[in-house]
């Protein structure tokens, strides 16, 4: 015990003067290339503000309402029988899923820190609840990266179903992540039995007398919270934009694609692609650029790709640990989720492309998905009507396949007496 508690006190140490030197030295390297730390700043607050911002912004304020008034509780309720079993996370986690999968990261984080801040959750129930919920939306995996950076839509529906197959996988294998305090944080609410549309309407009600809100107090709150969580996000684009330009300058990146390159050659990939694995490593777009473009094999570009997606960078990573800091939840599950997330999404990328060369034929995209400019209002408005459709397909769906869980294990159980 002893030695354990030196030992934490040594990486203490270790973190602490390496978080000094390290800023120390990015803030010598930004006096040094003034002019490349403001051009990545300005690329990256135009990322933010004709992006990000316009994207999320929506989705921020719609989920803080709809915890407010208690819609997410009734959602909850329903959702049970189907999130428990399969995730054993709350029914509410399928609300945090969906908004995940209609308009993308870091979206999910948010409504986890939310649901932990409001008891809605336990610590280990958001820890599993953020491990698979992490996911890229359809829009940047049709469009931007089959479209736009392959010029192969047909890649699309291929490198979408093994980003979010991998994503339940990683979910289903979290469901086991810290199951010994599963006794101490499960409520008596969600052993209960009985009419699940009755209890569904009491939630929603108990919720909404908790809260007490009027409705403009509520929509104020909820549009200043949302923009005050969307400033941070663009604090740390910009931030991360910066770091990656200056260690591309001062040439650490050239060790990381050494170490890369030998990981690939161990597993018969192209060493080319591993410029594209260390862009990947800090921030998704540069590094899905980057490995659309590599001199390998398709079946290994798309693969690469699709890890790259899935583990979504280390720009991402630090906006989520913005977000979840606050509500205490642990980064290291996370990172442990999102490395698992990219080994299985590019095995099942691998896996699809070899067994079924068609496959993604069989699929149609969307004509929102191949929409070349990103900059009009109206292709605003098309996204946010495509994701808002996106989000009640995938509720009303997640609630169909609850309630049927549910009706049967009520007759099964009818049926034991």
């Known amino acids: 015990m002893k030695f354990w508690g030196q030992g934490r006190r040594y990486r203490s140490r270790l973190l602490a003067y ?7 030295f990015i803030t010598v390297s930004m006096v040094q290339y003034p002019k490349e730390a403001f051009d990545s700043a300005i690329a990256g607050l135009n990322l933010w503000w004709n992006v990000v911002f316009p994207s999320l912004l929506p989705f921020f304020i719609l989920s803080e309402i709809l ?5 997410v509780h009734f959602i909850g309720v329903l959702l049970e ?3 428990r079993p399969l995730f054993n996370v709350p029914g509410v986690g399928a609300f945090a899923m969906s908004m995940g999968l209609a308009s993308g990261y870091p979206m999910d984080a948010v409504i986890t820190s939310k649901f932990r801040q409001n008891k809605m959750c336990s610590g280990i129930e958001a820890e599993r609840l953020l491990s698979f919920t992490n996911t890229a939306d359809p829009l940047f995996m049709f469009g931007a990266v089959a479209v736009g950076m392959f010029g192969m839509p047909e890649l699309g529906a291929i490198i979408a179903l093994a980003h979010y197959l991998s994503s339940f996988l990683v979910g289903i294998i979290f469901r086991f992540h810290g199951r010994s305090q599963d006794a101490a944080t499960r409520t008596k609410e969600e052993r209960q039995y009985g009419n699940i549309i009755r209890r569904a309407f009491r939630a929603l009600y108990k919720a909404r007398q908790e809260d007490g809100r009027s409705l403009s107090q509520l929509l104020g709150d ?3 919270s949302s923009i005050n969580t969307i400033l941070l996000i663009g ?8 770091f990656l330009r200056i260690v591309s300058i001062v040439g650490i990146t050239g060790g990381l694609t050494k170490a890369f390159a030998f990981l690939l050659e161990l597993i018969g990939f192209s060493p080319s692609l591993a410029p594209s694995l260390v862009n990947g490593l800090f921030e998704i777009d540069l590094g899905a650029v980057s490995a659309s473009q590599a001199a390998a094999p398709l079946i290994e570009r798309a693969a690469v790709t699709s890890a790259i997606i899935a583990w979504s960078g280390l720009c991402v990573h630090g906006q989520v640990a913005s977000i979840v800091i606050e509500s205490g939840i642990r980064m290291a599950p996370y ?6 997330h990219a080994i299985i999404a590019g095995v099942i990328t691998i896996i699809l492309m070899e067994t079924s060369p068609q496959f993604s034929s069989l699929f149609i995209v969307p004509v929102m998905f191949t929409l070349g400019s990103s900059k009009g209002i109206s292709f605003w408005i098309n996204r946010l009507e495509q994701a ?14 609850s309630l049927a869980l549910h009706l049967g294990r009520s007759l099964y159980v009818n049926l034991k007496r």
């Open 222 to 224: 909820a549009v200043r």
């Open 335 to 340: 990172m442990v989720a999102r490395l698992l």
């Open 81 to 83: 029988p189907l999130m």
């Open 67 to 71: 915890m407010g008034s208690g819609v």
């Open 388 to 401: 808002g459709y996106q989000l009640l397909i995938l509720i009303a769906i997640l609630l169909t396949i």
């Open 235 to 242: 604090g740390f684009i910009i931030l991360f934009s910066v």
């Open 18 to 24: 390496f978080l000094a030197f390290g800023t120390v």
